[in-house]
């Protein structure tokens, strides 16, 4: 297994439909959707988090929002924390950039598994997968406390399954410049994804340190970033800049 502790870029994993919601206006839901409700209520606290000067809490909640908004409605999925079994929400996310050019096409990609423990998001855990089983990065979020050591990974893996639902894209009341950076002019499916991690971070701040999820499908949407917003450009800056801390090939 390789662990490159970057943001994640990754070959386009076959079997998702390029037609969605792309370039749709946004809509206020009528009754809101239970997906709309929460992401409004994660986007107050990332909000309470940018405000506090904890970046890595309003950055990393942008994903499971981003999703949200388009109205995924996220999975109950088990993790072995610590040896002990919890009840997290889960959703995935794959990222993927145009081409530049006269013939635009989808190319490089990333793949994003988000699962917090409860509606206030007090442990979130969150990892970049490249396929096939290269991790960009991982970290896990104790309330503001971020545990970004990791120290082994052994399994490690993540696919798209399914992708011909249709997007709903709301729009959150509460601006979030990141989140809107996922939204903006893409397109959307929705779909389903099996994902599995077994991953050792070094004790530190955070309470827990052992995190296992054994295969298992999870509600996802994906998401292609156009030319015009950085498409396969951005994929690639993301990968060179998000990378930061302690990471080692194995």
């Not at 997290?88 to 530049?100: K, N, P, S």
């Not at 996922?182 to 929705?190: I, R, Y």
């Not at 509600?219 to 994929?235: C, E, H, S």
């Amino acid at each position: 297994m390789h662990i490159r502790r970057l943001a994640v870029l990754g070959t386009l994993a076959g079997g998702m439909a390029a037609a969605g919601c792309g370039g749709s206006s946004p809509v206020k839901p009528g009754p809101p959707s239970p997906s709309f409700v929460l992401g409004v209520h994660l986007d107050t606290l990332a909000a309470q988090a940018a405000a506090a000067g904890y970046f890595d809490r309003y950055r990393l909640l942008s994903y499971p929002i981003a999703a949200l908004m388009e109205n995924v409605v996220p999975s109950s999925v088990s993790i072995s924390v610590d040896g002990t079994t919890e009840n997290y929400q889960a959703v995935v996310l794959e990222l993927v950039g145009d081409t530049a050019g006269t013939n635009p096409a989808p190319a490089e990609s990333l793949f994003v598994v988000a699962a917090w423990s409860d509606s206030n998001a007090d442990e979130l855990v969150y990892t970049q997968v490249a396929l096939p089983d290269t991790l960009e990065d991982a970290e896990d979020l104790s309330d503001s406390n971020s545990n970004g050591l990791l120290d082994s990974a052994t399994v490690l893996s993540v696919a798209m399954s399914s992708a011909a639902g249709t997007c709903k894209t709301f729009t959150l009341p509460l601006a979030n410049t990141a989140v809107e950076d996922f939204l903006k002019s893409t397109t959307c499916n929705t779909g389903t994804a099996t994902a599995a991690f077994s991953f050792y971070f070094t004790p530190g701040h955070n309470p827990h340190s052992t995190f296992v999820l054994a295969s298992q499908p999870i509600n996802a949407v994906r998401l292609v970033l156009p030319v015009n917003t950085g498409g396969q450009d951005r994929i690639r800056q993301m990968r060179r800049t998000t990378g930061t801390k302690k990471g080692r090939d194995e």
